[in-house]
């Protein structure tokens, strides 16, 4: 028998305990088309697949746009190994 059926209320509190604790449910209003296109670009299936991806993808933009910063900013690399930062880009 189907444990949400034997015992639906301890089942429930199971399920909800199993989530990771950053995890929670909610319910909001979505553009459905929107959604599609995403998964398209992503490859996700699921609605929640697909939010999870996106929100990924804007954490890794961000690191991307940061490192970019990093990088054309004069004097923050170190390229040649000499310690000798400060002209490293004139």
Do not use: C
């Not at 929670?24 to 299936?45: H, N, P, Y």
């Not at 910063?69 to 004097?75: A, C, M, R, S």
Request: aromatic share 4%.
């Amino acid at each position: 028998m189907n444990s949400y059926l034997a015992n639906p209320s301890t089942a429930i509190l199971d399920h909800v305990a199993s989530r990771p604790p950053s995890r929670r449910k909610t319910s909001f209003e979505v553009d459905m088309d929107k959604v599609a296109a995403a998964k398209a670009i992503l490859g996700t299936s699921t609605l929640t697949e697909t939010v999870d991806a996106a929100l990924a993808e804007i954490q890794d933009a961000e690191r991307r746009r940061a490192l970019a910063k990093l990088l054309f900013e004069p004097g923050s690399v170190d390229i040649d190994g000499s310690g000798e930062r400060t002209d490293a880009w004139r």
